[in-house]
């Protein structure tokens, strides 16, 4: 569900990955995947990107 909150800066080792797109002047999450599922982004490049894959 989107939110009206800024992410946080800074890196944390979770298994699930957030993408955040800016909208005025709050980021409003656009989508989350978790371990085991991909994050599918379609613009400004086409890309698959699995959890799993970044974090051991």
Known sequence: MP???QP???W???SRL?????QGRHY???SAAKRG???EIAEP???TIRPEQLVP
């Open 28 to 30: 409003v999450e656009q």
């Open 37 to 39: 599922e991909a994050l």
């Open 18 to 22: 957030r993408l955040y797109r800016r």
């Open 3 to 5: 939110t009206s909150r």
């Open 8 to 10: 946080r800066s800074g």
């Open 45 to 47: 490049v086409r890309a």
């Open 12 to 14: 944390c080792a979770t």
